[in-house]
């Protein structure tokens, strides 16, 4: 086993103090449990991948997303000028 030395400003040590007497542990098991779930866990984009699969939904960045935004304004302003919308 490898030894690691961290340098902690006055309130983070504090508060690992704190925790690590809260939870009955030591400093080296509190961060070595850290660590390991930090490290073992996937990552927030390869569980967006797993959903994606698992629900079969699209990739976003290869969807084709049709909108003509200035065909929506043409409509929004031939509504207000035939008097259909109300201007406040």
Same mark, same amino acid.
């Given at each position: 086993?490898?030894?690691?030395?961290?340098?902690?400003?006055?309130? +983070?040590?504090? *508060? /690992? =103090?704190?925790?690590?007497?809260? @939870?009955?542990?030591?400093?080296? #098991?509190?961060?070595?449990? $850290? +660590?390991?779930? *930090? /490290? =073992?866990?996937?990552?927030?984009? @390869?569980?967006?991948?797993?959903? #994606?699969?698992?629900?079969? $939904?699209?990739?976003?960045?290869?969807?084709?997303?049709?909108?003509?935004?200035?065909?929506?304004?043409?409509?929004?302003?031939?509504?207000?000028?035939?008097?259909?919308?109300?201007?406040?």
């Amino acid at each position: 086993m490898s030894t690691l030395s961290i340098r902690l400003d006055a309130e +983070l040590e504090r *508060k /690992l =103090d704190l925790e690590v007497t809260r @939870l009955g542990t030591t400093r080296t #098991r509190f961060v070595q449990e $850290l +660590l390991s779930q *930090k /490290l =073992d866990s996937p990552g927030p984009a @390869l569980l967006l991948e797993q959903a #994606r699969a698992e629900y079969r $939904l699209p990739d976003p960045a290869k969807a084709k997303v049709k909108t003509n935004k200035a065909a929506n304004v043409k409509s929004l302003v031939r509504d207000v000028v035939a008097g259909k919308g109300k201007r406040s």
